[in-house]
């Protein structure tokens, strides 16, 4: 009998996969953010938050949102979290913006660190 082990490719955009519990990740930021919302919910801050939201475009395409996060104050927040910003991601995140009545948070390397700096 011959045994196949796929062996695993290096990612095209050098990110990492994360497991919490019993949940992947994509990256390690995207980790990192699922900690903070969970950090949040503990405080009170917000009351829940969903994980990879399909929204519909036309011609059958889908665009994935990492995050919508619902504030106790009634905010709902649209997050995607990005290591990097390709020219299909910008293009999808454009026309959701256009077809849906919401704004896309991008949390990348850049603005990440800000997130855990108290105003």
Do not use: C, W
Not at 7 to 19: C, F, T
Not at 20 to 29: A, V, W, Y
Not at 51 to 75: A, C, E, N, R, W
């Amino acid at each position: 009998m011959i045994v196949r082990y796929r062996i695993p490719s290096k990612s095209k955009y050098k990110n990492v996969p994360a497991l919490r519990g019993s949940l992947k990740f994509h990256s390690q930021m995207e980790a990192s953010y699922y900690d903070y919302l969970q950090q949040l919910k503990g405080n009170g801050d917000i009351t829940h938050f969903l994980m990879q939201t399909p929204f519909h475009l036309p011609g059958g395409i889908k665009y994935v949102i990492d995050f919508v996060v619902f504030y106790s104050d009634g905010l709902v927040e649209y997050v995607d979290v990005k290591g990097y910003n390709t020219q299909i991601y910008v293009m999808k995140k454009k026309q959701v913006e256009e077809l849906y009545p919401i704004t896309i948070k991008e949390v990348n390397k850049k603005n990440f660190h800000q997130l855990f700096i108290k105003p």
